[in-house]
């Protein structure tokens, strides 16, 4: 299995030590060298100082048909850009765009990109400490229409899309685009 990483903070520097020790072959790329100071000594991957949403830098390094495509730098709109060459530049079977911005994270899953919102994960988790009513917002939105390609990069048959595990509506938990719980205005609570 191949995982991309873009975005070398802690949240991608974690996920890409784990899926390296479960046996991934993972490349992680950021903008700082100095951010791969956050990888264990090791971490047997491929650390690469570029610009994740540069094409060419991410076609270089080997990017294509990834298995899957994180895109976890703090910046929505490098995350959205970078994600977005995953899908329809790389062929990554599956992408997902941290975007801390809810409302904005559901506009983009109902445009074909998965979303990570860590403000709706956040805010779930303190309410649900402070024994307060949790609303129904998702952490990750699952688009209903994910952006599919026919072909991979070097031409082998596309694997049939999986979604990812978690139940749809559930506080934190995973929904996709007008799916219970997404309905209201989310960013009046962010």
């Given amino acids: 299995m191949k995982a991309v990483v873009v975005g070398c903070g802690r949240v991608g520097a974690g996920v890409a030590d784990e899926l390296d ?72 079977r599956k992408t997902v765009a941290k975007v ?16 990570l919102c860590r403000t709706n994960l956040m805010a779930t988790q303190i309410l649900g400490y402070a024994g307060q009513a949790v609303p129904a917002r998702p952490g990750i939105y699952v688009p209903e229409n994910p952006h599919q390609h026919d072909e991979p990069v070097t031409g082998e048959p596309a694997p049939a899309p999986t979604g990812l595990p978690g139940s749809p509506g559930t506080p934190g938990g995973i929904a996709t ?14």
């Fill in 21 to 92: 020790r479960a046996g991934w072959q993972v490349l992680i790329i950021d903008l700082k060298s100095a951010a791969f100071d956050r990888l264990p000594a090791s971490f047997t991957g491929t650390a690469l100082r570029g610009d994740g949403t540069d094409e060419d830098v991410l076609r270089r390094a080997g990017a294509e048909n990834a298995d899957l495509f994180l895109a976890l730098t703090e910046g929505d709109n490098r995350n959205i850009m970078a994600a977005q060459l995953g899908i329809e530049a790389l062929s990554a």
């Fill in 100 to 115: 801390n911005d809810p409302v904005r994270a559901e506009a983009y899953a109902h445009l074909g990109i998965a979303t």
């Fill in 177 to 190: 685009p007008g799916s219970s719980g997404l309905a209201g205005t989310p960013s009046a609570e962010a």
